[in-house]
T-cell receptor, first 108, second 117 residues
């Protein structure tokens, strides 16, 4: 299985942008990059996904490197409710294999 | 938006008994659903892929006779933990995506906290 690598934890201040990095150097051409986040004792929540081009939605932006070996999830203005574990996952044939994710803490 | 409902949200059972967990897609059809398990402070571990009308595909190391999966309709998959033991205590999470949309996002249930005493 292709794997992703993320920092274990990151800190942010409220109302500031947050850039969450992810490396996926063994990505293949058809693998979509998915991001989910999980609050304690809840199921993961979809954030965003993309293949090659940068993507924007109401929750976040996804910047994908030209060689697709890395990507960055961008939260434009962090709020306290954005504190969660963020998972970067490659969609391989429909299956999502979770890595350890990045625990994001947001300081008021 | 697409909703996946999981029931029960928590269950406590005695060692040796079986527990059934239901996963329903409320407003879409799902040929394929996925079952995950999550221990405290750890990531989600994929247990099996549930296929409507056919046998589930289990990940390596997951006992198919212990974790029975049935996917009898396009909106319902069930996971039965048979002869549960304390080491089976965990957070079980199901997910589903719309039929035919392999690259679209997965929708997750809110999980079932199983405690085996």
């Amino acid at each position: 299985d292709a794997k992703t690598t993320q920092p274990n934890s990151m800190e942010s201040n409220e109302e500031e942008p947050v850039h969450l990095p992810c490396n996926h150097s063994t990505i293949s051409g058809t693998d979509y990059i998915h991001w989910y986040r999980q609050l304690p004792s809840q199921g993961p929540e979809y954030v965003i996904h993309g293949l090659t081009s940068n993507v924007n939605n109401r929750m976040a932006s996804l910047a994908i490197a030209e060689d697709r070996k890395s990507s960055t999830l961008i939260l434009h203005r962090a709020t306290l409710r954005d504190a969660a574990v963020y998972y970067c996952i490659l969609n391989q044939g429909g299956k999502l294999i979770f890595g350890q994710g990045t625990e994001l803490s947001v300081k008021p | 938006g697409a909703v996946v409902s999981q029931h029960p949200s928590w269950v406590i059972c005695k060692s040796g008994t079986s527990v059934k967990i239901e996963c329903r897609s409320l407003d879409f059809q799902a040929t394929t659903m996925f079952w995950y398990r999550q221990f405290p402070k750890q990531s989600l571990m994929l247990m099996a892929t549930s296929n409507e009308g056919s046998k589930a595909t289990y990940e390596q190391g997951v006992e198919k006779d212990k974790f029975l999966i049935n996917h009898a309709s396009l909106t319902l998959s069930t996971l039965t933990v048979t002869s549960a033991h304390p080491e089976d205590s965990s957070f079980y999470i199901c997910s589903a995506r719309e039929t035919g949309a392999t690259n679209s996002p997965l929708h997750f249930g809110n999980g079932t906290r199983l405690t085996v005493t």
